[in-house]
């Protein structure tokens, strides 16, 4: 079976909207610095899906993203608990994992605890170094996430991304998306960089100035994307932001230029 269609989860099926779609998830990162809350953005290669937009981290969820196995590693979110929130029966524990391993294989940042339970910190240089070999070796195809969690005895730390919002890609375009998007707080002392693979250039940037990069032409985005900007730039600090993201009421800014119904929101028609 196909992943762009449907595949197993923890406890059935997760299915797209449509057939052909592509499951995703996108994750947001915080930070917040001395002139109020920053995100994490990054610009693809021009060869890439999206080549040339700033984007997010995010990806296809993959069918190891389901496994039961991967399950196990999640801290403090069942897969039941997971679909609920997502409005789904089951299976709603892949798209935070794809969340957590997108962050990590696109933007280095790996949003786990470690074995003593804490959350992970690059303190030290042999960790830094140790993080961006194991990134690699990710990334080339040399390990797999699962592997990763069960040999080092990590938990990825899904109980502190938040569901956000979600998108599905308006009917017309040949690879359409059923997108759930995520926000968490950067992890401390993990330095953010692009892959230089799919991903040309990274930065840490507040809403209201990505998107005056965007009406200046400097920063190429799509619907979601400002979308999500400009919910995000009513917030100065990330606490507050998390807070309210994770009571739902951010969805009365994330939803009035587009149409929301049960299947997610829409870009409403001619808007990308």
Not at 2 to 17: D, M, N, R
Not at 214 to 221: D, T
Not at 234 to 263: M, W
């Amino acid at each position: 079976m196909s992943a762009e269609g449907f595949f197993p989860g923890q406890t059935g099926f997760v299915q797209a909207a449509d057939a052909h779609m592509r499951l995703a998830a996108t994750i947001i990162l915080l930070r917040d610095d001395g002139d109020g809350l920053e995100v994490f953005m990054m610009k693809r290669a021009s060869r890439t899906d999206f080549g040339g937009l700033h984007v997010f981290p995010g990806g296809k969820v993959d069918i190891e993203d389901a496994v039961g196995a991967m399950a196990l590693h999640c801290s403090g979110l069942t897969d039941a608990e997971a679909s609920a929130r997502l409005g789904i029966e089951s299976g709603g524990l892949a798209f935070w994992v794809a969340a957590v391993r997108e962050c990590f294989e696109e933007a280095g940042m790996l949003l786990v605890y470690g074995p003593d339970g804490a959350m992970l910190r690059a303190r030290k240089p042999r960790w830094a170094e140790g993080l961006l070999a194991l990134r690699k070796d990710l990334n080339a195809g040399r390990r797999s996430f699962l592997d990763v969690c069960q040999q080092m005895s990590m938990q990825l730390a899904v109980d502190r991304v938040h569901y956000f919002s979600h998108w599905i890609t308006p009917e017309g375009p040949p690879r359409r998306y059923d997108t759930r998007f995520f926000v968490a707080a950067a992890p401390l002392e993990q330095e953010g960089l692009h892959d230089e693979r799919e991903l040309v250039d990274s930065c840490w940037i507040h809403p209201a100035e990505a998107l005056a990069a965007h009406e200046r032409g400097e920063f190429n985005m799509i619907y979601p994307t400002l979308t999500t900007l400009k919910a995000l730039a009513e917030f100065s600090r990330v606490d507050e932001a998390l807070d309210v993201v994770a009571k739902g009421e951010h969805l009365e800014l994330v939803t009035p230029d587009a149409t929301l119904s049960r299947e997610g929101m829409q870009a409403p028609p001619g808007v990308e």
